[in-house]
Nanobody, 118 residues
Framework: QVQLVESGGGLVQPGGSLRLSCAAS????????MRWYRQAPGKERELVAA????????NYADSVKGRFTISRDNVQNTVYLQMNSLKPEDTAVYYC???????????WGQGTQVTVSS
């Protein structure tokens, strides 16, 4: 019973902030790279941020660098995405993803809607 459950999405004004959480269960969380993806209407799903299994390495899409921060808590089995200075173009469904290489095991959450609008 693997689960990835996102929370924290909602409606915010441009310039506002949200913190997304993804609670993981049913697998060895600390062995997995964790990623946040998003998909806006009419666009392909894109990688927003990723964090290595121990949290020592992160990477971000150019569009969110300096505004978003990914972090993880391997005791609480949770990955976060702090989103600041939000823009309307950040509007999308945000998905949590867990991936283990080289075995190729991957899990997805159901997504949480983020809407940035005035």
């Amino acid at each position: 019973q693997v689960q990835l459950v996102e929370s924290g999405g909602g409606l915010v004004q441009p310039g506002g902030s949200l913190r997304l959480s993804c609670a993981a269960s049913g697998f060895t969380f600390s062995s997995y790279v964790m990623r946040w993806y998003r998909q806006a209407p009419g666009k392909e799903r894109e990688l927003v941020a990723a964090i290595s299994s121990a949290g020592g390495v992160t990477n971000y899409a150019d569009s969110v660098k300096g505004r978003f921060t990914i972090s993880r808590d391997n005791v609480q089995n949770t990955v976060y995405l702090q989103m600041n200075s939000l823009k309307p173009e950040d509007t999308a469904v945000y998905y949590c993803n867990a991936d283990r290489r080289p075995i190729g095991r991957t899990y997805w959450g159901q997504g949480t809607q983020v809407t940035v609008s005035s």
